[in-house]
């Protein structure tokens, strides 16, 4: 115990004789050097067999990015837990925000005939963004609320296991796919996330503005069609 005394008194000697030597050479401030953490949040906790369900129950009142002091709603996504076929787009716009639901606004409704069109129902299909909360004024998605809700789509993907993924627009093809290029010179080829195969097409909200365009999207549909061995009634 007397050797720990012994010590421990050494220990602050010293230290005292350091802080008075700083002291005579002026410097009256210390700081604690902060341990560096990695800025992004912790990975979702979920491992082997969780559901969509699970998902949702992690994931609601999510504050990973800043998005979430804005939104009214999260929009996780809707359809077939089970779908063979998966529809990607940007983020929620203000109806989806207000309802809760992807793709239920003018664009979603040109979405609803595309699948229709298809030879499915909504329901047999899933729908979901990249991101889960509606930016303010619909502007593009930041870099950081894209690296924040990523692993919520990848853990959507990994449950569902879509045979093909069809991104819609620019911003979710270019996201999935890590390339630059631009959505014309992309759209109507398949290409390959993670083992599953990936169609780029053009966003409904775009052709809701360049309805010429309508024969490009469907014929890149044919495209999943064909792969998915359906044949249009
Ligand atoms: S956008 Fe994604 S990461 Fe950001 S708060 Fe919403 S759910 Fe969470």
Not at 211 to 219: A, H, T
């Amino acid at each position: 115990m007397n050797t720990i005394n012994s010590d421990l008194k050494e220990v602050i000697e010293s230290v005292k004789a350091y802080i008075e030597l700083d002291r005579a050479s002026g410097i009256d401030e210390y700081f604690v050097a902060q341990k560096k953490s990695d800025s992004r949040s912790p990975g979702l906790n979920l491992g082997y067999g969780c559901t969509l369900e699970s998902l949702k129950q992690e994931v609601m009142g999510c504050k990973r990015c800043s998005l979430h002091k804005t939104r009214h709603n999260i929009v996780l996504g809707a359809g077939n837990p089970k779908a063979e076929l998966m529809f990607i787009g940007e983020a929620p716009g203000e109806d989806e925000d207000l309802q809760g639901l992807p793709f239920v606004g003018r664009a979603g409704q040109l979405l609803t005939k595309i699948i229709e069109a298809m030879g499915f129902k909504r329901s047999d299909v899933y729908i979901a963004n990249i991101l889960k909360c509606r930016p303010p004024n619909n502007r593009p998605p930041l870099p950081n609320e894209i690296e924040e809700c990523e692993d919520i789509l990848k853990k959507q993907i990994d449950i569902i296991k879509p045979k093909i993924i069809c991104t819609l627009g620019k911003f979710a093809s270019q996201t999935l796919l890590r390339t630059e290029t631009t959505i014309s010179a992309l759209r109507g080829h398949f290409k390959e996330y993670n083992g599953i195969k990936l169609m780029p097409t053009f966003h409904p909200a775009y052709l809701l503005r360049n309805p010429n365009d309508k024969k490009l999207v469907w014929s890149d549909m044919k495209k999943i069609m064909k792969e998915l061995k359906i044949v249009a009634k």
